[in-house]
């Protein structure tokens, strides 16, 4: 009898009453699966994290502590000792920022930059779209200023909010890593949910900034662009950028890298591997180790409703600054470009350009925006990865 007492108090059930929160906890992962599952919503991260949240609150487990991660060390002696969980090992890939590189590799070998390189205007659209990453900043650390520290955040927790306005996904966790590894949960789960509601958000803010008749502006047909441009161009940009913000360069250099595996033609297998098995791979990794982080503990607090309504502001004032240098440009070109473009801008790859063509052919049905939409869309990538750096380079530990 007494060891069916000690069996039953070695249960998780037994020790759910330790901390009734993960039951919350629990309820906000199934929240997170149905959006997955059911609404497809970025299913491919938010049921991987959705899980993570759920193991790493499941009492008496212990795959995750967050203590072996404390500051800017890991705690070796536990991992050789044997003491770290599961999700423990997979999140030193998140730690040492490992992931979200691999994925920018991904990234790179399925992206064609040459919508971009046939108009390089749209790379200044891509530029103003990071605004909200500056905006989201200035606004997050002002409240953290004019209270005293009773609202708001730090300014490296700032910088690591405001990385949720580029719509990027993989460089919002890997700022978060560096700079307010705390809050790296909400930052990711607000940046997916976010990506995920592009369709929704953009369209009001685009109708909003532009009239009838600057959406109803048709662009010519890009030029094409040879072979020997999209192979220096990726060498060429790696250089360039990690020259000017060495701190993007791992970022940057990944995905580059990549892209320059698509565009060589040579390496094919190395292209689909990275395209496919290795993406899916870590992809599954990175969204287990980022849900792993949310415990209740750091989840359920009044800092995570602040993050998710900073980040919708972050979002929309991105989504807003390439419109509105589409439409600033529009007065000095002879050449007039639709703004709607310019809210591609923010790096959700291709969804945003969609949405440009979507909301283009609603005020002309004969009008095809799509390619010139995805100029300013991969711009978006390599700006956001670029922000990433200066905010590093900032306010890195």
């Given at each position: 009898?007494?060891?069916?007492?000690?069996?039953?108090?070695?249960?998780?059930?037994?020790?759910?009453?330790?901390?009734?929160?993960?039951?919350?906890?629990?309820?906000?992962?199934?929240?997170?699966?149905?959006?997955?599952?059911?609404?497809?919503?970025?299913?491919?991260?938010?049921?991987?994290?959705?899980?993570?949240?759920?193991?790493?609150?499941?009492?008496?487990?212990?795959?995750?502590?967050?203590?072996?991660?404390?500051?800017?060390?890991?705690?070796?002696?536990?991992?050789?000792?044997?003491?770290?969980?599961?999700?423990?090992?997979?999140?030193?890939?998140?730690?040492?920022?490992?992931?979200?590189?691999?994925?920018?590799?991904?990234?790179?070998?399925?992206?064609?930059?040459?919508?971009?390189?046939?108009?390089?205007?749209?790379?200044?659209?891509?530029?103003?779209?990071?605004?909200?990453?500056?905006?989201?900043?200035?606004?997050?650390?002002?409240?953290?200023?004019?209270?005293?520290?009773?609202?708001?955040?730090?300014?490296?927790?700032?910088?690591?909010?405001?990385?949720?306005?580029?719509?990027?996904?993989?460089?919002?966790?890997?700022?978060?890593?560096?700079?307010?590894?705390?809050?790296?949960?909400?930052?990711?789960?607000?940046?997916?949910?976010?990506?995920?509601?592009?369709?929704?958000?953009?369209?009001?803010?685009?109708?909003?900034?532009?009239?009838?008749?600057?959406?109803?502006?048709?662009?010519?047909?890009?030029?094409?662009?040879?072979?020997?441009?999209?192979?220096?161009?990726?060498?060429?940009?790696?250089?360039?950028?990690?020259?000017?913000?060495?701190?993007?360069?791992?970022?940057?250099?990944?995905?580059?890298?990549?892209?320059?595996?698509?565009?060589?033609?040579?390496?094919?297998?190395?292209?689909?591997?990275?395209?496919n098995e290795m993406m899916n791979m870590v992809t599954v990794f990175l969204g287990l180790s980022v849900g792993?982080?949310?415990?209740?503990?750091?989840?359920?607090?009044?800092?995570?409703?602040?993050?998710?309504?900073?980040?919708?502001?972050?979002?929309?004032?991105?989504?807003?600054?390439?419109?509105?240098?589409?439409?600033?440009?529009?007065?000095?070109?002879?050449?007039?470009?639709?703004?709607?473009?310019?809210?591609?801008?923010?790096?959700?790859?291709?969804?945003?350009?969609?949405?440009?063509?979507?909301?283009?052919?609603?005020?002309?049905?004969?009008?095809?925006?799509?390619?010139?939409?995805?100029?300013?869309?991969?711009?978006?990538?390599?700006?956001?990865?670029?922000?990433?750096?200066?905010?590093?380079?900032?306010?890195?530990?």
């Amino acid at each position: 009898m007494g060891s069916v007492v000690d069996f039953l108090h070695k249960t998780g059930f037994y020790h759910i009453g330790d901390d009734w929160r993960c039951l919350i906890m629990f309820a906000i992962g199934a929240v997170l699966l149905y959006l997955g599952i059911k609404r497809k919503f970025e299913p491919l991260l938010l049921v991987p994290i959705a899980i993570g949240m759920i193991l790493t609150n499941l009492p008496g487990v212990g795959m995750f502590h967050s203590e072996l991660f404390a500051g800017d060390h890991i705690d070796w002696a536990a991992f050789a000792a044997g003491e770290a969980g599961l999700l423990d090992l997979l999140y030193i890939g998140v730690k040492l920022g490992i992931y979200p590189c691999l994925i920018f590799i991904g990234v790179g070998a399925m992206t064609d930059f040459s919508p971009m390189i046939a108009n390089p205007r749209s790379m200044l659209l891509g530029a103003a779209a990071q605004l909200g990453i500056f905006i989201t900043y200035a606004a997050a650390n002002g409240m953290y200023k004019l209270t005293d520290g009773v609202i708001g955040f730090t300014a490296a927790q700032s910088g690591a909010i405001g990385a949720i306005g580029g719509a990027d996904g993989p460089t919002a966790i890997y700022t978060a890593t560096k700079l307010a590894p705390e809050l790296l949960g909400p930052i990711a789960i607000a940046a997916y949910c976010y990506m995920a509601l592009v369709p929704f958000i953009q369209p009001p803010i685009m109708k909003l900034l532009t009239t009838k008749k600057e959406r109803q502006i048709e662009m010519k047909q890009l030029r094409y662009v040879s072979k020997t441009e999209r192979l220096v161009f990726p060498v060429v940009m790696m250089i360039l950028v990690s020259l000017i913000v060495p701190t993007a360069a791992p970022l940057v250099g990944c995905l580059m890298f990549g892209n320059l595996l698509r565009e060589c033609g040579v390496v094919e297998r190395l292209s689909k591997t990275v395209q496919n098995e290795m993406m899916n791979m870590v992809t599954v990794f990175l969204g287990l180790s980022v849900g792993a982080t949310a415990t209740a503990a750091n989840f359920l607090s009044v800092k995570t409703l602040l993050i998710l309504g900073i980040g919708i502001i972050a979002f929309s004032f991105g989504t807003a600054g390439g419109v509105l240098l589409a439409k600033f440009m529009n007065l000095f070109t002879k050449n007039k470009i639709n703004p709607l473009i310019g809210s591609a801008g923010v790096s959700a790859v291709p969804m945003a350009a969609r949405v440009s063509q979507k909301v283009g052919q609603e005020a002309h049905p004969g009008n095809f925006l799509l390619m010139h939409a995805m100029g300013p869309n991969v711009s978006g990538v390599i700006g956001s990865a670029i922000a990433a750096g200066v905010l590093l380079s900032l306010f890195a530990r």
